[in-house]
């Protein structure tokens, strides 16, 4: 839905949390799963979407852990802030 809206020249926001959060995570040695995750991730960042984790206080818990390239930490106040910025607001 982001590449698409992406494509139709609708700025996009894409916040990922809970189990989505770890989509983004950068591993040593990623299953072909989250290979699939991270090329799509890369293809809505070359569209031009802002792609953020937010909810990641069970991640710290684990060690430090690092992120794919261009992904931001936010917080619910970034995503709260960016909802009333924009027109549109989609959540699944």
Do not use: C
């Amino acid at each position: 839905m982001a590449a698409a809206a992406l494509a139709d020249g609708i700025l996009v926001s894409l916040f990922l949390s809970e189990e989505a959060a770890s989509l983004a995570l950068q591993l040593e040695n990623p299953g072909d799963r989250q290979r699939v995750h991270h090329d799509l991730i890369a293809e809505i960042q070359e569209l031009g979407a802002e792609i953020y984790v937010i909810g990641l206080d069970w991640m710290h818990a684990v060690g430090s852990l690092t992120l794919i390239p261009g992904v931001k930490v936010a917080s619910m106040k970034t995503l709260v802030r960016q909802m009333r910025l924009s027109d549109q607001a989609v959540a699944l």
